[in-house]
């Protein structure tokens, strides 16, 4: 049976863009393989997002701050003309036109408003615990619609109250758009958003310490987090390549000997784990959170 499908996007950043980071990624695969599968889908996203071959309905408003980057006891905050309050006033206009609606947003305001939509929502959660608050609503609204919640890993499932009536979804990737390179060159590489919880600075010292080339990638989310990096490793052996998309990434990620993957955090799943397996890049990282079972998981696919 097909089913009309309204993606409501993350309200940190425009996809595409990186903001995002790996929602972006599952989002768009997610919206390709369910239009593959025959479902009639919509994406609604902040503006200057852009899908391929999907129709994207973007929403001006100003960007929601990033949860990470906030303490535990935060108020709920939302900036005036607010995107993330527009997007979900569109999917209120146009929620009868839909069979589901699918929230990506790791935000407050989604989760309070479930009750007062009469089709239904669920809400794909794409981080461990990050405030009181969001735990507390989310608490409330899986009691009310159970099996309405879907998460990456059991790891990151434990970080919540309410990791039992969590459903484990797991993540994939389009195996088509990655090549294996039989040749990789002696350096290693780092992809991720450049942010204090990604802990970059913890490969940069290693690389500094071996003397091995480190190729970085990602966005730069947090300047001055960049910065002194860069100032606290002067004569570190490492490039920044920048934030590339899928088919630049993959050519770059495959001539590499390794992927470093150092999170500060309790990672959800770890997306560039599998798209590194998936060019035949080995991993090296912390045996913590949703990478230890992403990689098993890929090296079951493998």
Known sequence: MSLKILFVSTSVGSLGS??????ELTVKNL????TNRG?????????????TNILVTTIQGNLQVPVQTQNRDVPICIPDNSVLANMWEYARQVQTQYDLIVNFAFDWLPFYLTPFFTTPIAHFISMGSMTDASDRIMQQIIEQYPGTFGVYTQSQADTFPFAHQCEILGSAIDLSLYQFNHYPSASLTWLGRIAPEKALEDAVKAVSLTGTPLKIMGRI?????WEKICNDFPKAPIEYLGFLDTNQLQQELGKCRALLMTPRWVEAFGNVAIEALACGVPIIAYRRGGLR??????????
Request: hydrophobic share 35%; aromatic share 8%; proline share 3%.
């Open 221 to 225: 989310e947090d300047r001055d987090y």
């Open 293 to 302: 079972r992403s990689c098993e998981m890929a090296r079951q696919v493998f």
């Open 31 to 34: 919206a390709q393989e369910l």
């Open 18 to 23: 990186g903001q995002g980071g790996g929602v």
């Open 39 to 51: 479902h009639q889908l919509e994406v609604v996203a902040p503006q200057a997002s852009w899908l």
